[in-house]
């Protein structure tokens, strides 16, 4: 007797072929006129598990948003991650620009480690420091004149670039590392971490009172609460890091030029491209620039000169928008259009807050915005809510609700703070409101 198909002509085998290809027309019939079948039978199981399998494969490339089952009229069981500050808010902005700023690059660009040999930062892209300069001297936030611009992968290398720079020079190791609370969370995160012999965490500058060199990191405006910031502890021997990834006017008067030493900044939170990982640090002294370099040579020989040469082509949107400049109408402005959406949002949050009457938000000065000429609030891309009455975890009671943040241990403060992300997408901010007005204590 023959086994499997030996003993199957190709008769046989068409007969069946037909056979199956009439049961599924049959079937798809079924599935798309029999109203029964549709929702109790096997075509509404099949849809629905396929629904869901969708949902889930999404909630892994999008971590904003799992558990999002809209149409089956679940948004009570939908968890909100406000914990990172993704700041796809601005994806709208760019979707409607479209072929503005579109970079083709070819098989054969981009192809050798250097960029410019006769710069002190090699890997540096010319048009991408080129549109750096040009977007600062807009925007009026920071001193680009006798300044070295190094490129990083993000301010995330760039600030560990500067704490080795300026480690080099100290006799003595470990060098300390000190910020205010409440400090940004990623920077203990990453000293401690690293275990470098060159540098340690040494906590809030309040309660520093060692002698020696240190370096005192100072993000202004603050992640997480907003607020402009100053050195704290003004002692000799002390080495300055500012990180102004959030100084641009749609979250805060910009009222001077920043002037210091080492200033780092970030495409993610000038832009809202997060994922293209470039930043860059304007940098007062040579050897420091160097030292800098030399580290980011050591950790990753360059950083991508195709993020370089697509984050020019956006600062270079960016500006062309501010200065109405080519094919770009005032109503596209990108800083004029973000700071409104920004301060919807905060008014938003400020009514749901005292809706709730569970919660507060730090009160932010006015002050008078040189670029856009007008006086304003701080609007940071963070909220520092506090949970008041008898709540002593805001963190864990916002869980309770479904909405992740991120709590205030993690800077250095309370666990009745939390920090919480204005950037997401609108779905995700609005139902977040909503949810926040409807707590009562």
């Given at each position: 007797?023959?086994?499997?198909?030996?003993?199957?002509?190709?008769?046989?085998?068409?007969?069946?072929?037909?056979?199956?290809?009439?049961?599924?027309?049959?079937?798809?019939?079924?599935?798309?006129?029999?109203?029964?079948?549709?929702?109790?039978?096997?075509?509404?199981?099949?849809?629905?598990?396929?629904?869901?399998?969708?949902?889930?494969?999404?909630?892994?490339?999008?971590?904003?948003?799992?558990?999002?089952?809209?149409?089956?009229?679940?948004?009570?069981?939908?968890?909100?991650?406000?914990?990172?500050?993704?700041?796809?808010?601005?994806?709208?902005?760019?979707?409607?620009?479209?072929?503005?700023?579109?970079?083709?690059?070819?098989?054969?660009?981009?192809?050798?480690?250097?960029?410019?040999?006769?710069?002190?930062?090699?890997?540096?892209?010319?048009?991408?420091?080129?549109?750096?300069?040009?977007?600062?001297?807009?925007?009026?936030?920071?001193?680009?004149?006798?300044?070295?611009?190094?490129?990083?992968?993000?301010?995330?290398?760039?600030?560990?670039?500067?704490?080795?720079?300026?480690?080099?020079?100290?006799?003595?190791?470990?060098?300390?590392?000190?910020?205010?609370?409440?400090?940004?969370?990623?920077?203990?995160?990453?000293?401690?971490?690293?275990?470098?012999?060159?540098?340690?965490?040494?906590?809030?500058?309040?309660?520093?009172?060692?002698d020696g060199p240190y370096i005192e990191l100072i993000t202004s405006p603050?992640?997480?609460?907003?607020?402009?910031?100053?050195?704290?502890?003004?002692?000799?021997?002390?080495?300055?890091?500012?990180?102004?990834?959030?100084?641009?006017?749609?979250?805060?008067?910009?009222?001077?030029?920043?002037?210091?030493?080492?200033?780092?900044?970030?495409?993610?939170?000038?832009?809202?491209?997060?994922?293209?990982?470039?930043?860059?640090?304007?940098?007062?002294?040579?050897?420091?620039?160097?030292?800098?370099?030399?580290?980011?040579?050591?950790?990753?020989?360059?950083?991508?000169?195709?993020?370089?040469?697509?984050?020019?082509?956006?600062?270079?949107?960016?500006?062309?928008?501010?200065?109405?400049?080519?094919?770009?109408?005032?109503?596209?402005?990108?800083?004029?259009?973000?700071?409104?959406?920004?301060?919807?949002?905060?008014?938003?949050?400020?009514?749901?807050?005292?809706?709730?009457?569970?919660?507060?938000?730090?009160?932010?000065?006015?002050?008078?915005?040189?670029?856009?000429?007008?006086?304003?609030?701080?609007?940071?891309?963070?909220?520092?809510?506090?949970?008041?009455?008898?709540?002593?975890?805001?963190?864990?009671?916002?869980?309770?609700?479904?909405?992740?943040?991120?709590?205030?241990?993690?800077?250095?403060?309370?666990?009745?703070?939390?920090?919480?992300?204005?950037?997401?997408?609108?779905?995700?901010?609005?139902?977040?409101?909503?949810?926040?007005?409807?707590?009562?204590?």
């Amino acid at each position: 007797m023959g086994k499997g198909l030996e003993g199957w002509s190709v008769k046989h085998l068409l007969m069946v072929s037909v056979a199956l290809n009439v049961w599924l027309v049959l079937k798809l019939k079924e599935c798309n006129f029999g109203t029964e079948k549709i929702f109790h039978g096997y075509c509404a199981e099949e849809k629905q598990s396929m629904f869901i399998a969708d949902e889930k494969a999404n909630d892994l490339i999008n971590p904003s948003t799992y558990s999002n089952y809209d149409q089956l009229d679940a948004d009570l069981d939908r968890v909100i991650n406000l914990d990172h500050g993704d700041p796809t808010m601005y994806e709208g902005y760019w979707q409607k620009a479209g072929n503005k700023n579109t970079v083709v690059i070819s098989g054969w660009q981009s192809m050798s480690y250097f960029s410019d040999v006769n710069n002190l930062c090699w890997f540096l892209e010319p048009t991408f420091a080129k549109e750096v300069v040009r977007l600062h001297d807009i925007v009026g936030n920071a001193v680009t004149e006798g300044r070295y611009i190094v490129v990083g992968t993000g301010s995330t290398q760039l600030f560990q670039a500067a704490l080795y720079a300026l480690s080099l020079d100290q006799t003595s190791f470990p060098v300390s590392v000190v910020s205010a609370t409440p400090y940004y969370s990623f920077y203990r995160q990453v000293i401690e971490y690293l275990k470098s012999g060159l540098y340690r965490w040494a906590g809030d500058t309040a309660f520093f009172n060692e002698d020696g060199p240190y370096i005192e990191l100072i993000t202004s405006p603050n992640n997480p609460d907003g607020f402009m910031r100053q050195p704290i502890v003004n002692r000799s021997g002390g080495m300055l890091i500012h990180d102004f990834a959030y100084y641009w006017p749609q979250y805060i008067p910009i009222t001077a030029p920043a002037d210091h030493d080492i200033m780092l900044f970030t495409v993610s939170k000038t832009t809202g491209h997060a994922g293209m990982r470039i930043g860059w640090a304007l940098v007062k002294d040579q050897q420091i620039a160097k030292r800098m370099t030399k580290f980011i040579e050591l950790s990753s020989i360059g950083v991508s000169k195709d993020s370089q040469l697509r984050a020019a082509k956006l600062l270079q949107a960016v500006s062309d928008s501010s200065e109405h400049a080519y094919d770009f109408k005032e109503s596209e402005d990108f800083f004029e259009i973000s700071y409104h959406l920004i301060a919807d949002r905060w008014k938003q949050l400020r009514e749901a807050v005292n809706q709730s009457r569970m919660f507060s938000t730090p009160e932010f000065p006015l002050a008078f915005c040189n670029y856009s000429n007008r006086t304003f609030r701080t609007q940071p891309a963070f909220a520092w809510l506090k949970c008041e009455g008898e709540v002593e975890d805001c963190e864990s009671f916002l869980r309770m609700h479904k909405v992740l943040t991120r709590g205030g241990k993690h800077f250095g403060m309370s666990p009745q703070y939390v920090r919480i992300s204005m950037l997401d997408r609108e779905s995700n901010f609005n139902l977040f409101i909503k949810r926040l007005s409807t707590m009562h204590p």
